[in-house]
């Protein structure tokens, strides 16, 4: 073929005409001069109705799943410093897996003590609804446990942490007057640490923590500083605050502990005197409402009592008014021991 002529050879004398070559040009391969082969006729996916409502069921639990961890979760958000209180306290749970523990604990304990008044109304009473009255109180007070039981469980982190708390107040001035003098004996830092890790109740267990991490092969100033944000002690993380900035920068660490050691005394010599004078004030109340009041209280009622027939004065009276008198000295005892300094505990 010459110029894109077409060229005629003779074949046992047919004479047979050749196709001209397809030219090829930038953009084009030789794939694309390819006949196009029809497309095979896709069958449709067949799928088993078995299955079809397996996967449905499936996804309808994965979203119940979904709303309930959603609704536990803001429970414990609710609950202003659970997740922090776990974390202090060690627990290795996420907040929703220890409010969803918590939750399944106080259903338990509030069906256990539902039946059991149920059992015990039906063994009392004796009237015709015997049986409506003892399930309705059972649920009542079923339920009743649960709410009370729930609220208790998520708020016993806190009340722990904050139960530690002042049980280190009460040691750690002691512990860094320690670490102070190992220090500027010459011991290093971190065998000063070591050394006041125990004999100091809760505040020795919070310089174990930074023990531990250095044992695990954490730095000495990565391991003060994640224990200082695991910690809710303030006056150690002012401590340890001020020993990790002094790690940095070089300075000396004895002289700036020491200083903050001052400024805690000082700081607990002004709570000592605010609590003295709450304690005058308590003290005042006391006695007016629980020794002066009780006691003249029921010797010019029955003084009156004999002249005026209002009531009389007899054995229930005076026991009536023992649980009265002991009452108010356990509310002004509780006042007292809230009043109290931390670190005085």
């Known amino acids: 073929m010459l110029f894109g002529k077409k060229k005629k050879i003779i074949i046992e004398g047919k004479e047979i005409e050749l196709q001209p070559k397809p030219k090829l040009g930038l953009f084009t391969s030789k794939q694309n001069t390819l006949p196009n082969k029809p497309a095979a006729n896709p069958q449709p996916f067949k799928t088993n109705p078995k299955m079809e409502k397996q996967i449905q069921n499936n996804q309808i639990k994965n979203l119940k799943t979904s709303k309930f961890k959603l609704y536990l979760t803001g429970i ?38 539902g039946i059991s008044v149920i059992i015990i109304f039906m063994k009392v009473l004796t009237t015709p609804n015997s049986l409506f009255i003892s399930i309705l109180l059972g649920f009542v007070l079923g339920f009743m446990t649960f709410k ?8 016993f982190p806190t009340h722990k ?32 640490i070591t050394s ?31 224990t200082i944000d695991e910690s809710s002690n303030k006056s150690f993380k002012r401590l340890m605050l001020q020993a990790s900035v002094s790690i940095k920068s070089g300075a000396d660490i004895s002289v700036s502990l020491s200083e903050i050691i001052d400024d805690l005394i ?16 308590l003290a005042m109340f006391y006695m007016i409402f ?18 005026v027939s209002i009531f009389t004065v007899n054995i229930t009276v005076l026991e009536a008014a023992v649980v009265v008198i002991i009452f108010v000295q356990l509310i002004f005892l509780q006042l007292i021991k809230n009043a109290r300094p931390a670190f005085a505990t």
């Open 76 to 113: 414990g958000v609710k609950h202003k410093g659970l997740e922090s209180a776990l974390r202090q306290q060690g627990v290795k749970e996420n907040l929703y897996e220890f409010v969803k523990r918590m939750f399944i604990s106080s259903i338990i304990l509030g069906i256990l003590i």
């Open 148 to 155: 009370l039981g729930f609220e208790s469980f998520l708020n």
């Open 266 to 281: 000082t700081e607990r010599e002004i709570e000592l005197r605010r609590y003295g004078q709450k304690l005058n004030v």
């Open 290 to 307: 629980g020794i002066i009041l009780p006691s003249m209280g029921i010797a010019v009622i029955t003084i009156i009592t004999t002249f």
């Open 196 to 226: 006041v890790s125990t004999g100091y109740g809760e505040a020795s267990n919070e310089f174990a923590k930074i023990v531990n991490r250095v044992r695990l092969g954490i730095p000495l100033v990565d391991a003060i500083d994640q």
């Open 161 to 192: 942490g904050k139960r530690n708390t002042k049980l280190i107040d009460k040691d750690i001035i002691f512990a860094a007057s320690d670490l102070v003098i190992s220090l500027r004996s010459g011991v290093p830092l971190y065998n000063a």
